[in-house]
Structures are given as structure tokens and as C-alpha cells.
């Protein structure tokens, strides 16, 4: 589900600026937390994965991202949506990257 939210992230983008009515500079900067948090939270998924295992670190990265889109239809504000999204969803990177 989050692969589709950062695949697709041009529509909801549109999305974004017609609900919230700010600025496209602001609202970018949802896409590029979520793909900067999701790279960069490699070293933490492979140690977490080493300590806990693949399994724990991948339902873990999963219910936390979903918990983190599911959060993220209540915000008030695109700022907001810098944490729900960008931020949180990134756990995504728990599932990917435990596995590889």
C-alpha cells in the first residue's frame, strides 16, 4: 500500500493542493521526506533486522506505516502530512529492506 502512495504520489499531489490550498513548494516536500526517510532508514532496518529478526522488522515496518496512512486522512494541515506520510509511512522501508 505504501509502494502505491509513493508510485502514484503525482495524483495525490494534485490531491493536496486543491484540498489544502497550499503551495506546490510545501506540498512537494511530502514525496520527498517519504523517499528520503525510506532511503535513509536502511541502517536502522538491517541492525534492527540482525537484533529481532526479518519477520518481527517487516510486520513491525508494516503496521506502523499503516497506522501512519491511516492517521494521515485526519490531518489538518500539509505539515502534518510531513509526519503522517513522510515520515511515518517511510516504516515501509522496515519491510523492504529486512528482506533484502
Known sequence: MTDGVT????IFYVEFLNFYQDGKGATSWIASILVGVTLGSGPIASSLTNKYGCRLVCMG?????FASLAVSVLAPNVATLYLTIGVGAANRSFKHLANK
Open 61 to 65: 515496518g508494516a503496521v506502523l506505516a
Open 7 to 10: 508510485y502514484t504520489f503525482g
